[in-house]
């Protein structure tokens, strides 16, 4: 169980069109979505979390009206990469936080998905 | 914000070696996983372990949370092993709660030679 996808796995367009990516929950509901962004050799970093219903909130530095983020059901997110640049090429994740039990106490384990790969010519 | 340190950094062992991967976080967590992520960009989830120890397979993790550090071990390594493994936390809030964000190390880049 637990099991993430994402779709497309890689994409190319053109600077200045938008790209959407779908990250979907196969086998659970997630209430909580995230998404991340991963430059070559380097580590993840959190863009924003998107909740079920309500707005994203995006971290320090990320341009919420370039990343358009949203969580229309339990088992859907999408990112918007509007007016994309060369620089917007990287490796886009997102993942899934599923509750559960460990050691008599909620946890939140995160799941991910296989990764989007964007390049902007 | 929580600092997550990994070391080493980089790590090249022969087959059948054991190893051991270390994470030291500045804050208390709420939360803490490790993950392998391999040459496709995939992260697999390898523990999920705020505190104690878990063992799956050759591989086994233990949490110190009053020390603020954990350490992956793995033993008989494999090529298929080799790979970037990422420790990642959830701080503990002000109020004691969780932001159920996680903060990542830079990793631990592993590579297995035959």
């Known amino acids: 169980g637990a099991v993430v996808s994402q779709h497309p796995s890689w994409v190319i367009c053109k600077s200045g069109t938008s790209v959407k990516i779908e990250c979907r929950s196969l086998?659970?509901?997630?209430?909580?979505m995230f998404w991340y962004r991963q430059f070559p050799k380097q580590s993840l970093m959190l863009m924003a979390t998107s909740n079920e219903g309500s707005k994203a909130t995006y971290e320090q530095g990320v341009e919420k009206d370039k990343f358009l983020i949203n969580h229309a059901s339990l088992t859907l997110s999408t990112l918007t990469v509007t007016s994309a640049h060369p620089e917007d090429s990287s490796f886009y994740i997102c993942?899934?936080?599923?509750?559960?039990?460990?050691?008599?106490?909620?946890?939140?384990?995160?799941?991910f998905g296989p990764g989007t790969r964007l390049t902007v010519t | 914000g929580i600092q997550v340190e990994q070391s080493p950094p980089d790590l090249i062992l022969q087959e059948g070696a054991n190893s051991t991967l270390r994470c030291n976080f500045s804050?208390?967590?709420?939360?803490l996983q490790w993950f392998h992520q391999n040459p496709w960009g995939q992260l697999i989830n390898l523990f999920y372990i705020p505190s104690g120890t878990k063992q799956n397979g050759r591989l086994s993790a233990t949490t110190v949370a009053t020390e603020r550090y954990s350490l992956l071990y793995i033993s008989s390594s494999q090529t298929t092993d080799s790979g970037v493994y990422f420790c990642a936390v959830d701080p503990l809030s002000r109020s004691g709660g969780s932001n159920y964000k996680l903060t990542f190390g830079k990793g631990t880049l592993l590579t297995v030679n035959p």
């Open positions: 804050d208390s967590v709420n939360n």
């Open positions: 086998d659970f509901q997630a209430t909580t």
């Open positions: 993942s899934a936080s599923r509750p559960g039990l460990a050691g008599g106490r909620i946890s939140y384990e995160q799941y």
